[in-house]
Each structure stands twice: as C-alpha cells, then as structure tokens.
C-alpha cells in the first residue's frame, strides 16, 4: 500500500455530453484527492506520445482526432493505491462490457468515446503526469479528511 497519484483525462465526449461536475463528483465522493487540475486542447503530437501503444491499429488515428475534436481535462488524483483504484472505477475499455456502477459503465457505450483515461501502472502515471502537467501545476495540500479516509495502516 502506498500513496500514488495517477493521471486522469476527462475526454472530449465528456465535456460535450456536460458530465464534467458528475465525473469529478464520482472521483471525489470515493476519496481521492485533486492535487492537479486544467483544461487542454491536445495536438496530434502529444497524442502519437500518448497512444504510441496503438500506433499499429487501425483505429490510431481516428482515436487521436477524436481526442482533438474539443479540450479535455486533465486531473492529478492522489490517494493510497490510487492507479489502481481509478482504473478498477473506470472499468473496462468498451464500454458495452463495463460492470454498472463503474464510470464507463454508468455513461457510455461505445469502445472510443469512453468518458476516461486513466493511468494503468505507477511507470505509466510518472509519465503520463509529466506528460501532461508541469511540476508547479501538481500542488501537495492536506486534505482534512484524510484520517477519516484511511486507517492508519493503510498508507
Ligand atoms: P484504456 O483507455 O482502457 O487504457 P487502451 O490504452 O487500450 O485502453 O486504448 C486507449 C483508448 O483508445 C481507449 O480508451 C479508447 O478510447 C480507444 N480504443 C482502444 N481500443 C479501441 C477499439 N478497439 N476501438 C475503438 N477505440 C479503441
């Protein structure tokens, strides 16, 4: 157990179906906590970085230019097994096959337009933070809930 922060992307069809306030409410009311956050608009260079694991699909580009078609937001989350914790939240990449009660789950039906991001390994999130964030943009705060979040041996 360990507290790690993770990268998350609010992705375009988010915005556009104005889910923004109920993801972030999901991710809050479970207990993680905000420790970065803005809006972007991606470029086809960032995203060849990004997706470089899909590069040989078939789908690469078109998941690229859907990235592109409106911002995102990008959120630093922190909290004790937190990668680990957003993806299991997120569920599964199709959203058809997302268990009801996930976020990809609850929102969408599609494979693509599928709400998130997350980061899927602590290698990945150090990454994908620095990817996306400057190191002044990710701010260390106590959040005072925090002893009513964990037992004590827990983090
Ligand atoms: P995840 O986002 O669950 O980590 P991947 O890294 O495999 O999944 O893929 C990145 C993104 O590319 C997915 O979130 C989804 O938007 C898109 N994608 C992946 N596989 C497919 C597919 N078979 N058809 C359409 N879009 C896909």
Not at 38 to 61: C, G, I, R, V
Not at 104 to 132: K, W
Request: aromatic share 8%; proline share 5%; net charge negative.
């Amino acid at each position: 157990m360990a507290i790690e922060k993770t990268l998350v992307l609010l992705k375009p069809c988010t915005l556009q179906r104005a889910l923004v306030g109920e993801i972030v409410n999901v991710f809050e009311r479970k207990g993680l906590k905000i420790c970065g956050m803005k809006m972007m608009m991606l470029t086809d260079e960032l995203l060849s970085e990004h997706y470089a694991h899909l590069s040989e699909k078939p789908f690469f580009q078109r998941v690229k230019d859907a990235m592109m078609t409106a911002p995102v937001i990008a959120m630093c989350l922190e909290g004790v097994d937190a990668i680990a914790a957003v993806r299991a939240l997120a569920g599964p990449t199709n959203g058809r096959n997302a268990a009801p009660g996930t976020i990809r789950g609850s929102y969408c039906m599609s494979f693509q337009e599928n709400i998130v991001h997350a980061s899927d390994s602590p290698e990945t999130a150090e990454v994908e933070l620095n990817r996306f964030f400057r190191p002044e943009e990710i701010i260390e705060w106590k959040q005072t809930t925090f002893d009513w979040l964990y037992a004590n041996d827990e983090f």
